[in-house]
């Protein structure tokens, strides 16, 4: 399974962007659960942005909560982050990251977290 995130660049303080993330590979025989974006901000640690269940229920940390909006298509397994308002201390790798259950048997699935390359999303003053 890979995960492919793009939508990244360099954006003026209070404009937007919006990052998406295509999951392929292996996924024809498994269910994709909770998506979910990250951040990384130099010398800080990973930190969870947003998340969306398979169900649409959606969670966020309360410095981009009204700003930034999280969406999947599971037709076409991708999420999207929307980014609005950003600001300096948006700046960050953005990292998608997807939990997926493998189905082996009916009565028995195998769970691993993927993780997408990241892509730069920097925004200055």
């Known amino acids: 399974v890979q995960l492919q995130a793009s939508g990244g660049g360099l954006v003026q303080a209070g404009g937007s962007l919006t990052l998406s993330c295509v999951a392929s590979?292996?996924?024809?025989?498994?269910?994709?659960?909770?998506m979910a974006w990250y951040r990384q901000a130099p010398g800080k640690q990973r930190e969870m942005v947003a998340t969306?269940?398979?169900?649409?229920?959606?969670d966020y940390v309360d410095s981009v909560k009204g700003r930034f909006t999280i969406s999947r298509d599971n037709a076409k397994n991708t999420v999207y982050l929307q980014m609005n308002t950003l600001n300096p201390e948006d700046t960050a790798v953005y990292y998608c990251?997807?939990?997926?259950?493998?189905?082996?048997?009916?009565?028995?699935?195998?769970?691993?977290?993927?993780w997408g390359q990241g892509t730069q999303v920097t925004v200055s003053s």
């Open positions: 990251n997807a939990q997926i259950a493998h189905i082996i048997s009916p009565w028995r699935q195998s769970s691993r977290d993927y």
């Open positions: 590979g292996s996924i024809g025989n498994a269910n994709i659960n909770t």
């Open positions: 969306i269940t398979s169900s649409g229920n959606t």
